[in-house]
């Protein structure tokens, strides 16, 4: 499949971007393991400066598909009662998320995202602005495609675009809430986050107002993460 037949394809150009994400994540996981750090002798801050190439990546991708992503509507924003829903959705989020980090409701352990490991001040400002970006800006767009614009409706018929955005089947609605926590470390978080945002696209009918709450509780996080140092909450 040549690549205008991959950028025609409208579930290849919603879950490209998130499998791209998710490789990058594998990849840094890898690079955490002692045994692989010990035999490439590196330091933790090559992690660090995967980030923005993962953010760019990523954003380059959504950024050639744009053309696909009918469903996404920015004058949305404009319709100034549910843009304030998904401002209060975005920001009831993360005061939720940041209560809900106890050990049992926790896979694995979150080493997080720690700039200070970096010497320099310069890369230090720097990696903290592409993470921002990265987490306010591309992730929302990038997630939000795929578990609310694609995933959902796929779980109802495989020809998607045949399903109206917003349009509630229990099945999708559980499914896509339990999937998409179990993506997250704090996987309970993550369910109380799919589902807000569920309920958020029923409510709307508008991915760009989930969009907008996703990054409203991913900006708020990382300034709670830069005020606390609670890293790993990154």
Not at 89 to 94: K, L, S
Not at 183 to 204: D, K, P, S
Request: glycine fraction near 6%; charged fraction near 15%; aromatic fraction near 14%.
């Amino acid at each position: 499949m040549n690549i205008r037949k991959l950028q025609q394809n409208n579930t290849f150009t919603r879950v490209a971007p998130f499998a791209l994400f998710m490789v990058f994540i594998a990849l840094e996981e890898a690079l955490r393991n002692p045994n692989i750090k010990d035999l490439f002798h590196f330091s933790d801050s090559v992690i660090l400066c995967l980030y923005p190439i993962k953010a760019l990546s990523t954003g380059l991708l959504i950024l050639m598909f744009r053309r696909n992503y009918t469903e996404l509507h920015w004058q949305d924003l404009g319709k100034l009662p549910a843009t304030l829903l998904s401002l209060a959705v975005g920001i009831i989020v993360f005061i939720l998320w940041i209560q809900m980090d106890w050990p049992w409701a926790t896979i694995g352990t979150s080493g997080g995202y720690n700039p200070t490991l970096m010497s320099e001040n310069f890369t230090y400002y720097l990696l903290i602005v592409f993470r921002i970006v990265g987490a306010a800006l591309i992730v929302p767009i990038m997630e939000e495609l795929f578990w609310r614009s694609w995933l959902l409706r796929y779980l109802i018929s495989k020809d998607f675009q045949c399903v109206e955005i917003g349009r509630f089947s229990l099945s999708s609605f559980l499914i896509g809430a339990i999937m998409f926590g179990l993506e997250h470390n704090l996987w309970l978080a993550g369910i109380m986050a799919g589902v807000c945002y569920n309920i958020l696209l029923y409510r709307t009918r508008s991915i760009a107002q989930c969009i907008l709450a996703h990054a409203v509780t991913n900006f708020m996080l990382g300034l709670y993460v830069l005020q606390t140092g609670r890293w790993e909450f990154w």
